[in-house]
């Protein structure tokens, strides 16, 4: 990433300031944070897996197609809630820390699906449900809760994975990208 651009909307077409940030400012502030993080903190994001590709047979001496993935895993990221200790304290006490999962999704075939995220443990992470209706890639964002709690972001080296469940029948999840950061509020 060499450069970005950003284009606000006229705040002036929305109803109220809180409705202009909630709607427009945090989620671009939201995918800029994470392309930053995802420069800066190589493996945050689950996107490296979806487009290394490779022949699926080898070529020899003819040119083949890359139409196969070369590392074929489970979707995941690894995310290191244990950094959370060397962050200052002073900053801590001026603002709030929280973890950031934010998703690419879409659903092939059309209708809906439901995703959600769990720990390598098979625990559910709390309030990272989501469903999404389209075939039009979506980026959804959650705030998710962070302690040594089942169901938390923990504040030690884990993998987390994305799970995607159909919601109506002939519909199929698609993840293009995940990640988790921290954010501070």
Known sequence: MSGVRLDLANPNTYSSPKEYIEK??????????????????????SEEWSTDMVPSHYPGDDFSCLD??????VKHVTFDGSE???IPKELLRAKQLK????????????????????????DYIDESL??????????????LPFSDDNGSIKPSHCRYFIQGGRVKPGSRPVCRRFSLSFVYL
């Open 24 to 45: 427009h400012l945090a989620p671009i502030a939201t995918e800029l944070h994470r392309l930053a993080n995802e420069m800066i903190a190589p493996g945050a994001s």
């Open 68 to 73: 196969a993935r070369l590392h074929d895993v």
């Open 84 to 86: 959370y200790f060397s």
């Open 99 to 122: 973890v950031q999962f934010q998703a690419t999704v879409f659903v092939s075939g059309g209708g809906k699906a439901s995703f959600r995220l769990v720990r390598d443990s098979g």
């Open 130 to 143: 989501f469903i999404v209706e389209g075939e039009k890639p979506q980026t959804v964002s959650r705030i």
